[in-house]
């Protein structure tokens, strides 16, 4: 999934066929995924409750990554906290004010940041599920 969100920010055409996801497993916690030509480079963080895994084009590690773990089941909640959370980290990393930052979707869907309503170029993902939400950027 991680390949696939970041795959969607280079080549907007969203598909459903994860036959076109070609996987190698580096080690442990290292790893590429292939779409179409387009590889990405995918670190993981696995423990008893949960795999993380991030994907970048570039051989490098995200430079901040954040799991919540929340009693909270509704998505719509969920993804309100965690978008939350990402724009007050990014805030608070590079002294934008937050009430100028927002998270819009472009036309196919994939999420970018805006900052006085102008696209800003920060590499990001967030997600939900179950007992569990994360960001990285």
């Known amino acids: 999934e991680a390949a696939y969100k970041n795959y969607l920010q280079h ?16 080690n442990d916690s290292k ?15 696995t423990t008893d409750d949960y795999v ?5 084009l570039a051989e490098f590690f995200l430079e ?21 959370e990402l724009l007050k980290s990014i805030s608070n990393e590079t002294g934008m ?15 970018m940041i805006y900052y006085n ?3 800003i170029k920060i590499p990001f993902s967030i997600s939900h599920c179950g007992r569990f939400a994360a960001l990285s950027y």
């Open 97 to 111: 004010f937050k009430d100028q930052l927002s998270i819009e979707k472009m036309a196919n869907g994939v999420p």
């Open 52 to 56: 993380h895994t991030t994907a970048t």
């Open 64 to 84: 901040k990554i954040k799991i919540y773990i929340t009693a909270e089941t509704d998505t719509k909640i969920q993804s309100a906290f965690i978008k939350d």
């Open 117 to 119: 309503s102008r696209r």
């Open 11 to 26: 080549d907007p055409k969203r598909f459903f066929n994860p036959k076109r996801i070609a996987c190698q497993i580096i």
């Open 31 to 45: 790893g590429l995924a292939s779409i179409n030509g387009v590889t990405s480079f995918t670190y993981s963080t």
